[in-house]
């Protein structure tokens, strides 16, 4: 078997022999050209009639590349992952445009692609020559050649006029080469494929084809009986496949109502299904059999009873409609009788516009012809809220106009979803020092004896306190001297303290961090409560019975005291959203001691109106609270010496700073899906994983419950 140098050796020589042997048939008959194609004068620019015969077999790949740019003048680089081996033969001489193309042809279908770029070829795998550049070229749904070999990688933008960028991925991926890619622009809906010039002029030719206006005929269609809002669902549904079925692009028909001159627009592909709907129209629009106008209007989204109530006030001219009023301050949890939820808010049903300041005491009524009489002689609007629905006895052409307005109506209002962030911050600081003096000897001795010494502080912290229980004597360091015990008439035996000094330095910090969210509908009231219900004395009086007996009696009243969170948002047709907000943190205070009247309570309220944008963070407002309290407490004159009148002095400091801010971010909610409420659902089901217990050896294992993991729609049934 012969080696690789020996190889290459022969290779060169046979390229040598055989370019020697075409050039010297070129040169003896000037006729050689006749052996070419009929397009080698096309596809070879720099063609001078030299010509040559391939005779590769088995050859390794990058031989024959440097063999072939030797004889194209043409530089190749070869990546390092190029092996394997080439076989290429030609029974007769052909150019060198030829011989090029050849190479490329032979170099595909070993999996390998020739990218010019700079003056350099490489040659590399099919799968990396996206990445090495080349030629880029932008057309109008076909591609250009513009001299570009069949085998060679080009990138090519195909700008689309008429067809969906999105839908003509799925129909053209097939056709593209599997090692490249093809994507879309859908911001001016052109399509990027890069792939080989050949194949890319295929599929030029088919977008050009697909790529065409589409052909729909459209068609009014004007009613004299039926009503054109109740007509339009039935008969889109007559003309659409059953439940489930896949609807055929060829054979759709759009149907869409005029409430104000009662007409039907149709549209549809084709002539045939274009009849088809019109016959089915005249069916439907003939005279009812019933002379009584009853008809019933089953509402998707709005409350029945409000509409209803909307309707009435309309048809009268009344301007009396309920308005939306702001919070009121007294609804707050720790005043008075109205708790959280006990001082609803009164609100105006969706849609109803405020009359209030008008110029004119009565609403005109757009209705004020032939036919509002029949209304207000006979007719009547009702709701059933079981079925939330509307009954409208009415003539024809008022049912027209009421439904415009039930239609307008009748929407499905966005929702404001609102996170909360309640941060409190508590930093305290409190330091004492003092020293008490004492003498009680002279109490049990006959005669005329002192006493006396110092007291300073109150409970827990005075010496005479102290002698009397020693347990009552409060945190931090307490250093006395003790004599013995002392007998004082009418208390009994006490400890006699001579000496008492004390010290203490306390440093709290508080960190509080609530999250209340809330979700409610467009202009509708949301409240949120966490907290607890104290009782509060509101009376007291003794009742006198028949047998003089007195019977004390007590009335209470349980008030919220926690958090609290009220909202209603209103949603601008810009996105913005507008809230009345009334936010209230309360907190009992304690004071170690028992009030007959009850405990003493914390808070601290926000009433305000603000504007933001869907997503903002605001701020409310906040409380920033700093008092230093400073006590000093001495002998005259003896605490006034240096040094020595610290022994007659008992000093205290105290520090509280309190930080208190709200936080508050809306978003709007136009859809189910939305992707908030599912973080929300995931990072709850990821903390109660994170709190399973531990598996162990000696307890059994007892695992809490855990939220189902989620899917696309809605909770998985897990």
Do not use: C
């Amino acid at each position: 078997m012969q080696t690789k140098p020996t190889q290459s050796r022969l290779f060169h020589v046979t390229m040598a022999l055989t370019l020697m042997f075409a050039t010297e048939h070129a040169l003896a008959q000037p006729g050689s050209k006749s052996v070419r194609p009929a397009n080698a004068a096309n596809t070879a620019n720099t063609n001078n009639g030299d010509v040559v015969s391939l005779n590769f077999v088995n050859a390794d790949i990058e031989a024959v590349m440097r063999a072939v740019g030797q004889f194209l003048k043409k530089d190749f680089l070869v990546d390092p992952r190029v092996k394997g081996t080439i076989t290429l033969t030609t029974d007769k001489p052909v150019t060198r445009a030829e011989a090029y193309g050849m190479v490329l042809t032979a170099l595909r279908f070993q999996g390998f692609a020739v990218v010019e770029n700079g003056g350099v070829a490489k040659v590399l795998p099919e799968a990396d020559a996206k990445f090495a550049g080349g030629p880029i070229q932008i057309s109008s749904g076909t591609a250009r050649s513009d001299g570009i070999r069949g085998d060679q990688i080009v990138t090519q933008i195909f700008r689309l006029n008429y067809e969906s960028a999105s839908n003509m991925v799925n129909m053209l991926r097939p056709l593209v080469t599997a090692n490249n890619p093809i994507t879309v622009n859908p911001g001016n809906n052109s399509l990027v494929i890069t792939d080989y010039a050949e194949n890319l002029q295929r599929l030029g030719k088919i977008i050009a084809a697909v790529d065409t206006p589409a052909s729909s005929e459209t068609d009014i269609f004007v009613l004299k009986n039926a009503l054109a809002v109740d007509l339009a669902p039935l008969l889109q549904r007559l003309l659409e496949p059953a439940a489930g079925g896949a609807v055929d692009a060829g054979q759709r028909v759009t149907v869409l109502p005029e409430p104000r001159t009662n007409t039907l627009l149709l549209r549809a592909t084709s002539p045939a299904r274009l009849n088809y709907a019109r016959g089915l129209i005249e069916k439907l629009d003939v005279p009812t059999a019933s002379a009584g106008n009853i008809h019933i209007v089953y509402l998707k989204n709005a409350d029945s009873t409000k509409l209803a109530q909307t309707l009435r006030s309309i048809m009268s001219g009344d301007t009396s409609a309920p308005t939306t009023t702001p919070f009121s301050g007294s609804s707050g949890m720790s005043t008075g009788t109205q708790g959280l939820g006990t001082n609803q808010l009164s609100s105006a049903p969706s849609g109803v516009p405020n009359a209030q300041g008008s110029s004119s005491s009565t609403l005109a009524n757009p209705f004020a012809s032939s036919s509002s009489s029949s209304l207000s002689g006979g007719g009547f609007i009702q709701a059933d809220a079981a079925t939330n629905a509307l009954i409208i006895t009415a003539a024809e052409p008022l049912y027209r106009n009421l439904r415009s307005i039930i239609d307008s109506l009748d929407v499905r209002r966005s929702q404001v979803f609102v996170e909360s962030l309640i941060v409190e911050v508590t930093a305290e600081k409190a330091a004492e020092f003092g020293v008490q003096w004492q003498d009680l000897t002279g109490i049990n001795k006959s005669g005329t004896n002192v006493i006396g010494g110092t007291n300073f502080g109150g409970t827990g912290t005075n010496i005479i306190g102290g002698a009397s229980n020693i347990a009552s004597l409060g945190q931090g360091l307490n250093i006395g001297i003790v004599k013995g015990q002392i007998n004082i008439p009418g208390i009994g035996t006490v400890t006699n303290l001579g000496f008492l000094a004390r010290a203490l330095e306390t440093d709290s910090n508080a960190n509080i961090l609530s999250t209340p969210n809330l979700l409610t509908l467009d202009n509708e009231e949301a409240s949120i409560i966490v907290g607890q219900q104290i009782p509060f004395v509101t009376g007291q009086y003794a009742q006198t019975g028949t047998s003089s007996s007195v019977t004390p009696f007590q009335t209470i009243q349980r008030q919220d005291v926690g958090l609290s969170l009220k909202i209603r948002p209103q949603i601008s047709d810009g996105g913005t959203v507008k809230m009345q907000i009334y936010q209230e943190v309360s907190s009992v205070v304690n004071t170690g001691t028992t009030s007959t009247v009850g405990p003493t309570t914390n808070k601290r309220a926000i009433q305000t109106s603000i504007q933001v944008d869907d997503g903002q963070i605001i701020v409310l407002g906040g409380l920033i609270q700093d008092s230093v309290e400073n006590g000093n407490s001495q002998v005259p004159l003896l605490g006034n010496i240096p040094v020595l009148g610290n022994l007659f002095k008992y000093q205290t400091r105290n520090r509280k700073k309190t930080n208190l801010m709200v936080f508050l971010r809306p978003y709007v909610v136009r859809d189910e899906n939305n992707p908030i409420f599912n973080a929300k659902y995931d990072q709850m089901r990821k903390l109660q994983i994170e709190a399973q217990p531990e598996k162990g050896s000696l307890l059994p294992d007892m695992p809490g419950s855990v939220l189902p993991e989620r899917v696309n729609k809605g909770v998985s049934e897990k």
